[in-house]
Nanobody, 124 residues
């Protein structure tokens, strides 16, 4: 069982930056992990994934060039550096981990473990 805890959310002005962190309770270095977000009144959507600690990354088109996902094996941590934030980035951001063996890590269904979420609010 893997437990995930997000932190680092908050209120920021448009154009600003935030760094989200996800702490995993178990060893996750070989597990695909990702960030998703859910805005008010909308479905949860994919943000970014890093399939393993030294593996490739993938981003939603809406965040490419602004967000960077990274992982730290030694600390069992995952991060999301968010720059040039926009009001439309306002959402609850969730950390997710997969047991693996799936093919599409941009889909919610590929993930088995979820954090409780952290609120990010970007003011205009």
């Amino acid at each position: 069982q893997v437990q995930l805890v997000e932190s680092g959310g908050g209120l920021v002005q448009a154009g600003g930056s935030l760094r989200l962190s996800c702490a995993a309770s178990g060893r996750t270095s070989s597990n695909p992990m990702a960030w998703f977000r859910q805005a008010p009144g909308k479905e949860r959507e994919f943000v970014a994934t890093k399939t393993w600690s030294y593996g490739p990354t993938d981003y939603a088109d809406s965040v490419k060039g602004r967000f960077t996902i990274s992982r730290d094996n030694a600390k069992n941590m995952m991060y999301l550096q968010m720059n040039s934030l926009k009001p439309e980035d306002t959402a609850v951001y969730y950390c997710a981990a997969s047991r693996g063996g799936r093919s599409a890590y941009y889909l919610e269904g590929a993930y088995d473990y979820w954090g409780q979420g952290t609120q990010v609010t970007v003011s205009s």
